[in-house]
Nanobody
Framework: QVQLVESGGGLVQAGGSLRLSCAAS????????MGWFRQTPGNQREMAAT???????NYADSVKGRFTISRETAKNTVYLQMNSLTPEDTAVYYC????????????WGQGTQVTVSS
């Protein structure tokens, strides 16, 4: 199992930047995939960016070129740097850890609100 604690959300104007952090309770190199998902009211949670424990990254088309996922293994922390934010990026952002334990198991943080004003 793993516990995830997010931080870094807030209110920002369009065109601005924010960095989200996700601290894991175990070595992130022991976790198959870590990533950031986002959800708006009435909609399904959608992937924004993921990173494998080997370092491979994947981004949703809507955030490519603007968001960057990175990690600091010594701190067991994954980051999401978000630049050129638009109101469409407004959502609750959730950190996700995907681990193999007799099948893929998903773990989620509590979520952090990101609001982009126009």
């Amino acid at each position: 199992q793993v516990q995830l604690v997010e931080s870094g959300g807030g209110l920002v104007q369009a065109g601005g930047s924010l960095r989200l952090s996700c601290a894991a309770s175990r070595s992130i190199l022991s976790i198959g995939f870590m990533g950031w998902f986002r959800q708006t009211p009435g909609n399904q949670r959608e992937m924004a960016a993921t990173m494998s424990n080997g370092g491979s990254t994947n981004y949703a088309d809507s955030v490519k070129g603007r968001f960057t996922i990175s990690r600091e293994t010594a701190k067991n922390t994954v980051y999401l740097q978000m630049n050129s934010l638009t109101p469409e990026d407004t959502a609750v952002y959730y950190c996700n850890a995907k681990m193999w334990d007799r099948g893929w198991q998903n773990y989620w943080g509590q979520g952090t609100q990101v609001t982009v004003s126009s």
